[in-house]
């Protein structure tokens, strides 16, 4: 959604790269540049111009001025200014002291109301809680019925007692619903309300009597990312009628330009607290500022790709999967065990948009586009199409072997030859990795070594060196080499003294679990 967007800043961006010192022309030329990058993504004007009055207010200041870096500082700057248009602060659900919590969904019809109930729904199960989706819809035709299958598919409870298609009050169902959850011990209950195609008085009337019916603790005002400015608008309509306490982000992943996004919660003073970028129930996650600043900048995303991975992967597995790359040449890891980790990794969701979340990306943004995912397929149907003693052992995979692989799995036979090459250079790799070589040609990792091998390479280049004839001079040249060589091997995988290590730096605190 914030491609475009993206691609502008970026060009702004380099344009103020390599100067040492930033004019007031030069301040004045970036502030226009952002400025119609925002107005291009249909940010709200109102926004645009508050944000340009900040960036340049600081840009002007001695922050950047006394800057070692006056463009790095820049970016600094634009990068926080996003992180508070955007609202600033994660903002958490507030659950009711006593169960169950109620968290009233509105939000125009096409919206997207019912089926981000259910994603709604499955988030909080993963989290923990045991929610109740109840259809307070009941003039949309059958959106008690799909309310009753979008709940199925999350594997939550469902409450839909009247038939809907224009038929029931919506209210009595909404009161009748919390009492329902007391009693079968539902902790969380997600009302979905009617929408209408426009604001008007009756749409506000009835979610106005259901929110004083069941007096939730979360109102959420569902807006289709999509709509542009009409989502500001219909903001503050619902603001100034009926009242919420949050935003959620509907359809994140639509190509639209995503100033909706960027306005809303600076123009409604109500924070975006949930997205959902894709049709999949699970394509829904938390909203941070922080993050999505970073994605808008090109910096990538590292803390939400982190956290998916260890949703996705045990620790038991990670181990057990280190051991067998950390065997004789890694020959333990086999092909069943390729597939395993293929799997999981689509388990986090699209490549595409895993590639996304990576620092830089953003300069292969056509490449990630036009990855195939249908490139992971094949390569599951070619492994599975071979035999178990095939898959321990890729060796004994000769002509014959190869196609009746190809045979089985429905592509060339140069496909089963490319996956099986491929397969033991990329063993090969992630053996020396876990060994302790390093990535080839990279300085070694911290835990891995890589370090060492460098380290004698360098001293068997010195010792090949021709030695001075002079006696002084030789002397000098030969204590020089032996103060290098103890202090590489003082020195730990990042070069660092013996007694320094990474965790004696200071580490924001998102990252320190990491650093076990």
Wanted: a neutral charge.
């Amino acid at each position: 959604m914030f491609d475009t967007l993206s691609d502008r800043l970026a060009a702004t961006f380099k344009n103020l790269r390599g100067k040492g010192r930033l004019s007031e022309a030069d301040i004045d030329a970036t502030a226009r540049e952002i400025r119609i990058a925002l107005l291009e993504a249909d940010v709200a004007l109102p926004v645009v111009r508050a944000f340009i009055k900040q960036v340049k207010e600081r840009a002007t200041g001695a922050e950047v001025s006394q800057a070692l870096n006056p463009a790095q500082q820049v970016i600094k700057i634009v990068n926080e200014e996003l992180v508070g248009i955007l609202g600033g602060e994660t903002r958490r659900l507030r659950f009711a002291k006593t169960a169950p919590t109620v968290i009233m969904l509105a939000g125009l019809q096409g919206a997207g109301k019912t089926t981000l109930a259910g994603k709604l729904g499955l988030w909080l199960k993963s989290q923990g809680h045991s929610p109740l989706l109840v259809a307070c819809d009941l003039q949309r035709p059958n959106a008690v019925t799909q309310l009753g299958v979008v709940a199925e598919r999350a594997g939550v409870a469902f409450y839909g007692p009247q038939p809907g298609n224009g038929v029931g009050d919506p209210v009595q169902v909404a009161k009748d619903s919390v009492e329902y959850a007391r009693t079968k011990q539902y902790d969380v209950v997600i009302v979905d309300t009617a929408g209408r195609l426009g604001i008007d008085q009756e749409l506000m009337q009835q979610a106005a009597d259901i929110r004083d019916a069941v007096s939730p603790d979360e109102v959420l005002f569902v807006v289709d990312a999509m709509i542009g400015q009409d989502a500001v608008n219909t903001a503050e309509a619902f603001r100034d009628g009926v009242g919420f306490d949050g935003v959620v982000l509907s359809k994140l992943d639509g190509d639209a330009r995503g100033g909706a996004a960027l306005s809303i919660a600076h123009v409604t003073g109500r924070q975006i607290m949930f997205a959902s970028n894709g049709e999949k129930l699970d394509d829904f996650d938390a909203f941070h500022p922080d993050r999505m600043a970073s994605r808008i900048l090109g910096m990538g995303d590292m803390l939400s790709l982190i956290e998916k991975a260890e949703q996705t992967f045990s620790q038991e597995e990670a181990a057990k999967m280190a051991s067998k790359l950390a065997s004789k040449k890694g020959q333990e890891f086999t092909l069943d065990d390729f597939l395993a980790q293929m799997e999981q990794v689509r388990k986090m969701g699209s490549i595409s948009k895993l590639l996304g979340m990576l620092p830089g990306m953003a300069q292969m943004k056509e490449q990630i586009n036009n990855i195939d995912e249908r490139d992971v397929d094949r390569t599951a149907a070619i492994i599975k199409s071979m035999t178990p003693g095939e898959r321990q052992d890729p060796t004994i995979i000769n002509g014959s072997r190869r196609a009746r692989i190809a045979k089985g799995s429905g592509v060339e036979v140069s496909a089963v030859k490319g996956l099986v090459e491929r397969f033991f250079e990329a063993r090969k790799m992630m053996s020396r990795m876990a060994q302790g070589g390093g990535m080839p040609g990279m300085p070694g990792m911290p835990g891995m070594g890589g370090g060492a091998g460098r380290q004698k390479k360098q001293i068997k280049q010195a010792k090949g060196k021709r030695k001075s004839g002079n006696p002084m001079k030789r002397k000098a040249e030969e204590q020089a080499a032996a103060a290098r060589r103890e202090q590489a091997q003082a020195g730990g995988a990042f070069g660092l003294p013996a007694d320094q290590t990474p965790q004696d730096f200071e580490l924001p605190d998102e990252f320190k679990k990491f650093m076990g």
